[in-house]
């Protein structure tokens, strides 16, 4: 028996939720901030994919908690990269 | 460019179905600016929704303080682009008349757009011009 407790599966799937929201935000705002003109609105867009990115990978990791999890090296490591704007 | 110093309900008006004119295009940064930063406005409102609702699902202590963080975030985000669109004049909380009114022009916008025939096969202008050519 493992001493680190898993997610409940209710738990996994608001997580699961959550993490897809946060990658269709994160898509939107890093090709909506190609569209913009505006430099304040610019600005904020690109910080909000950045810290995004961040919140991606918190919840990735939580995930990794769940039953249903796909170990993480089975995955191809070109899928999983995300590389940040500047 | 003079279109930020304009208020937004000067730029917002019934647009004309000849997009391909260029004279049509006046205001267009404007008009593309508001709708993107209204839709990240909703987004970032969902996204505290959707948060909140997690939180009340889960359980688990290392999963919550993680949630209640980005939630905290959210929050400020939020803020932030609410701040940005009030000051810039494409939010009015505090004149409903204002608001109702840039609702109104919006809702007539995409009401046009819609109707438009975006993308078609010819975009030639020839013909609108003398040529002589053809």
């Given at each position: 028996?493992?001493?680190?407790?898993?997610?409940?599966?209710?738990?996994?799937?608001?997580?699961?939720?959550?993490?897809?929201?946060?990658?269709?935000?994160?898509?939107?705002?890093?090709?909506?901030?190609?569209?913009?003109?505006?430099?304040?609105?610019?600005?904020?867009?690109?910080?909000?994919?950045?810290?995004?990115?961040?919140?991606?990978?918190?919840?990735?990791?939580?995930?990794?908690?769940?039953?249903?999890?796909?170990?993480?090296?089975?995955?191809?490591?070109?899928?999983?990269?995300?590389?940040?704007?500047? | 460019?003079?279109?930020d110093r304009k208020s937004i309900?000067?730029?917002?008006?019934?647009?004309?179905?000849?997009?391909?004119?260029?004279?049509?295009?006046?205001?267009?940064?404007?008009?593309?600016?508001?709708?993107?930063?209204?839709?990240?406005?909703?987004?970032?409102?969902?996204?505290?929704?959707?948060?909140?609702?997690?939180?009340?699902?889960?359980?688990?202590?290392?999963?919550?303080?993680?949630?209640?963080?980005?939630?905290?975030?959210?929050?400020?985000?939020?803020?932030?682009?609410?701040?940005?669109?009030?000051?810039?004049?494409?939010?009015?909380?505090?004149?409903?008349?204002?608001?109702?009114?840039?609702?109104?022009?919006?809702?007539?916008?995409?009401?046009?757009?819609?109707?438009?025939?975006?993308?078609?096969?010819?975009?030639?202008?020839?013909?609108?011009?003398?040529?002589?050519?053809?």
């Amino acid at each position: 028996m493992s001493t680190k407790k898993t997610l409940a599966p209710h738990e996994a799937f608001e997580l699961h939720e959550l993490l897809t929201f946060k990658n269709v935000c994160a898509t939107k705002a890093v090709t909506m901030s190609k569209l913009v003109k505006d430099d304040e609105l610019k600005t904020l867009m690109e910080r909000d994919f950045n810290s995004s990115v961040e919140q991606i990978k918190e919840l990735q990791s939580l995930l990794q908690n769940s039953d249903y999890a796909v170990p993480e090296n089975t995955i191809k490591k070109s899928e999983s990269e995300i590389t940040p704007i500047h | 460019m003079s279109y930020d110093r304009k208020s937004i309900n000067e730029i917002k008006r019934p647009m004309n179905s000849d997009y391909l004119e260029l004279e049509n295009a006046d205001g267009m940064p404007g008009l593309v600016d508001s709708t993107v930063a209204l839709d990240f406005l909703i987004a970032a409102k969902t996204g505290i929704r959707n948060l909140a609702f997690a939180l009340t699902e889960i359980e688990d202590s290392e999963a919550r303080a993680i949630i209640t963080s980005l939630l905290n975030e959210q929050i400020d985000l939020h803020t932030e682009i609410s701040d940005m669109m009030m000051q810039k004049g494409w939010f009015h909380p505090y004149n409903v008349k204002e608001q109702f009114k840039l609702d109104q022009i919006s809702a007539k916008t995409s009401l046009r757009i819609a109707g438009l025939e975006l993308f078609p096969g010819d975009t030639s202008r020839l013909g609108t011009f003398a040529t002589p050519n053809y």
